[in-house]
């Protein structure tokens, strides 16, 4: 068995490992990354933008189909589905190529390829390449990410996938039901019906996407109900398979069935804790397996173990992991002096179209602290540009402190969801009131004036005084 040595080790190569190197080479040298897959990290490879890719290639069919809108006649709008898969994978690995020629630009001696595994504290057993090496290392950086979840009914059944496999499709399957009404259900559900794929989404608990805000909810449902086959709420009552999966189960009080060429599991991801041998370590573990961490600096407990990006099962998205990974790894070469990262303004997007997003506080998170807030309102379904872009449907919600009147939070289902929340993100790490948020110059005619009326809506509910005259053409139908 080969040994090394280090002063901190980096299990994953991905997003979060990567940034945790950067910073710890600030420090030192004397660093090794540890990676058991294939270089590239996830986001390139299977997540971020394979996905949005995928969701180009549908927008860009179904902007066809609705061209006539505007009087312009496409004809009939065919899907190629191996040209479509062609691009995914070409650009795909033009983004993997990147981050693989930069892993390579790592220094040789830095980089350990093979599977690592706990021994104890400080101690890792890495397999791999046909070699196991042991490694001492004074610090730990556990960045190994997430996998997608496969629940137990599912297991065994052949054609099932996961979006681990949707990226590596030659062409387009005729048909797909999709388990799962979070962000990858309707990222992918949407984007697949646009392609021409028969898809129906079956979802758990009326949920859509990330949305906790019951109105901005109701508006969301109705909106994704009538764009494609997407049912909130369902209950299986059997699942069999000959040629073609068979599903049949409970929703809306009926009834249904239904035969796919497959299921597409979208039913959330696992951190990849669960066999890093961690139970050989004193690190104390949550319920799922996650070792106890402070989410300020990633140090799990007091010990010189750090843990950053999907493994911590908190916040799994990319700008996350990037930004965990660096505080991870700026901690672990300064160990002990130990320090708290700032933990940014919470956001998430889903690209549906309409999008959604969440900024800041959720509205679950404010009632369940029991904050005292108002919450503005702005109808896309009025909205000037709206209307003349032909995506005048969606709700956004902004909340902010009653007596401070600083913005806490926002959700949303509309048009620029993308944009609009990083205004709001912006605002809110500046810790901006309404009254200043308010006075600030807004164009027409653009989106942000429907941004203005939620702003202008939450202001007016207040006892301030005269509200600031309002930027009127927000509001209605172009006037
Ligand atoms: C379909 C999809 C779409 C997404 N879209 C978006 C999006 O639009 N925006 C967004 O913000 N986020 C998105 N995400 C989430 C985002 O991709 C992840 O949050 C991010 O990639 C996580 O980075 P990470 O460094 O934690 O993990 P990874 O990049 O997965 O890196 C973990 C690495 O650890 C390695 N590893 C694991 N165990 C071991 C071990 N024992 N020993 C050695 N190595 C090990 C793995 O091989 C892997 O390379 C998407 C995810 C998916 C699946
Ligand atoms: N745009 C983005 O930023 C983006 C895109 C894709 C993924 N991601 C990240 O990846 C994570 C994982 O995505 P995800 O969509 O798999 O998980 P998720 O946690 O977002 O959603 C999972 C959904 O599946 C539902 N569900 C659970 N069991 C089910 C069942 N048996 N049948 C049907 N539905 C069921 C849940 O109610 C939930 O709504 C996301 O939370 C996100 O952080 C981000």
Redesign the pocket.
Known sequence: MDERSAAVAIIGAGTAGLAALREVRRHTDDVLLIEAGAYGTTCARL??MP?KLMIAAADAAEGCRNAATFGIETGPVMVDGRAVMARVQALRDRFVSHVVESVEDIPAEMRLRGRAVFEGDGRLRVTGEGRTTSVRAERIVIATG?R??V?E?FAGLENVVT?DDVFGWQTLPESVVV?????????LGQALTRLGVRTRL????G?V??LTDPDVRAVATEIFCNAFEFVPD?E?IDISEADRLTIAYHADGGEFSGNFDMALL????VPNVDDLGLEATSLALDEDGVPLFDPDTGQCGTSAVFIAG?GQND????HEANHTGSIAGANAAAYPAVAAGHRRTPL????SDPGIAIVGESHDGLMARGADIVCGAADWSKQGRAQVIDAACGRLHVYADRADTRLLGAEMVGPAAEHIAHVLALAIEQRMTLTELTAMPVYHPTLEEGLSTALCDALGQLSLGDPPLRHGLGHGAGG
């Open positions: 997540g971020c996905s997430s997608p979840m629940p009914m979006s388990f799962g009404n979070g962000i990858i259900g309707l990222e079956l979802g758990k608990d949920l996407g990330p369902h299986v979208a039913v959330g991801r999907d916040r799994p998205l990319l998430a997007v889903v690209f």
